[in-house]
C-alpha cells in the first residue's frame, strides 16, 4: 500500500504564491511519474502538471499555468512539489497529487486526499 499526503495549500491573494508539497510512502516501490491535478467548484478534475521519474526529470503543464507554476521532485524523498506564482482567482481549486507506483510489474496509480487552495482578496 503507498500513502500520498499533499500539504501547503492555503488563502492567498492574487498575485501572491504558494508551494505544494506530496509525499508518497510505503513499502518496496518505485515511482515513476508524479503529478498534480485540480478540480474547481462545479468542474472536471484537470491535469495542473506532471514529472517524469527520469534524471532529466521532464514536464509537462496545463496551458493555463504555464510560466507560472513550476513542478519539481526529490526522488529521495518520493516527494513532488508545485510552485505557483502569480496566482490568479481562476487558481482555486482543491489541488491533488498522484504517483505512479510500481513494485516491478504493473503500475499502479494512487491519489492523495487533496489540499484546497483559495485566491481571494
Known amino acids: 500500500q503507498v500513502h500520498v499526503v499533499e500539504s501547503g495549500g492555503g488563502l492567498v491573494q492574487p498575485g501572491g504564491s504558494l508551494r505544494l508539497s506530496c509525499v508518497a510512502s510505503?513499502?518496496?516501490?518505485?515511482?515513476?511519474?508524479m503529478g498534480w491535478y485540480r478540480q474547481a467548484p462545479g468542474k472536471q478534475r484537470e491535469l495542473v502538471a506532471v514529472?517524469?521519474?527520469?534524471?532529466?526529470?521532464?514536464?509537462n503543464y496545463a496551458d493555463s499555468v504555464k510560466g507560472r507554476f513550476t513542478i519539481s521532485r526529490d526522488n529521495a524523498k518520493n516527494t513532488v512539489y508545485l510552485q505557483m506564482n502569480s496566482l490568479k482567482s481562476e487558481d482555486t481549486a482543491v489541488y491533488y497529487c498522484?504517483?505512479?507506483?510500481?513494485?516491478?510489474?504493473?503500475?499502479?496509480?494512487?491519489w492523495g486526499q487533496g489540499t484546497v487552495v483559495t485566491v481571494s482578496e
Open positions: 510505503g513499502s518496496a516501490f518505485s515511482i515513476n511519474a
Open positions: 498522484n504517483a505512479d507506483v510500481t513494485w516491478g510489474g504493473p503500475q499502479f496509480r494512487y
Open positions: 514529472i517524469s521519474s527520469s534524471g532529466s526529470g521532464s514536464t
